[in-house]
């Protein structure tokens, strides 16, 4: 995330447990002259973070977030935006499989319209370190929830908050909002120094961005990379 922030952080460990604690502005970007960025007051983002590790054969962990940010816009809502969002998380690996699953709520308001979203991430994959070429076979699949209907007092779209336009994929086809979507990329290392990927992808789009126009779509990429 190419976001700058000015906050502070506090972070407290004991044997597997962390717990970390942050309030935060972002940036706000200036050209006017030299060294007249400064924090903004219309958005904040604070909370805490609890993780444990080694539950099981992975670590769990688990957010309380406050966002607030003023004059926000989206198609069936418009004011100041307040969310208190929920997030737990766990990830691990067991013999050759390993995963990652994160599950977030949020609630609040934005203007006059209360807001109730959720989203999910997901991905596992089995390694096969004996096998020639070291295979990693995996599967992601995520999805947020959108807003079903306008003017009904309720606004269902998930916000990512400070968003990675490469959060999927390359493609960078959508944010993370109003939004199915599965994955399948396969890596190969060719040689120390090459690396092969093939990954398909398909968006599957929610009523809101389907009202506005928008549609389904797939996405094929394949990449080579060779590096020293």
């Known amino acids: ?22 309030a935060t502005h972002p940036v706000q970007n200036r050209d006017a002259g030299h060294f007249d960025d400064s924090s903004s007051g219309h958005v ?35 004011g100041a935006e307040r969310r208190n969002i ?4 766990y990830n691990g690996k067991r013999a050759r499989v390993d995963y990652d699953v994160e599950g977030m709520l949020q609630h609040g308001h934005v ?6 979203s959720w989203a999910l991430g997901s991905i596992v ?15 992601q699949f995520d999805m947020a929830s959108g807003d079903r209907h306008g003017g009904d ?5 998930f916000n990512p908050l400070f968003a990675n336009g490469y ?9 993370y909002s109003n939004l199915a979507y599965a994955q399948l990329r396969t890596d190969w290392m060719v040689a120390p120094n090459l690396t092969a990927s093939l990954e398909a992808l ?3 789009v929610g009523d809101s961005l389907r009202t506005a126009g928008g549609r389904d779509a797939n996405y094929l990429g394949i990449e080579l990379k060779f590096g020293w």
């Open 1 to 22: 995330m190419r976001q700058a922030f000015d906050g502070v952080w506090a972070d407290w460990e004991h044997g597997p447990w962390r717990l970390i604690g942050f």
């Open 44 to 78: 904040t983002l604070d909370g805490l973070r609890l993780e444990r590790q080694g539950v099981g054969a992975g670590d769990v962990s688990g957010y309380l977030l406050r966002y607030r940010r003023d004059d926000a816009r989206f198609l069936d809502a418009n």
């Open 86 to 89: 929920a997030d737990l998380r």
């Open 111 to 116: 203007g006059a319209q209360q807001v109730s």
């Open 125 to 139: 994959g089995v390694s096969y370190p004996q096998t020639t070429w070291t295979p990693r076979l995996g599967l």
């Open 153 to 157: 007092g309720r606004l269902g779209t």
């Open 167 to 175: 959060y999927f994929a390359l493609a960078g086809l959508t944010g």
């Open 202 to 204: 398909h968006f599957a």
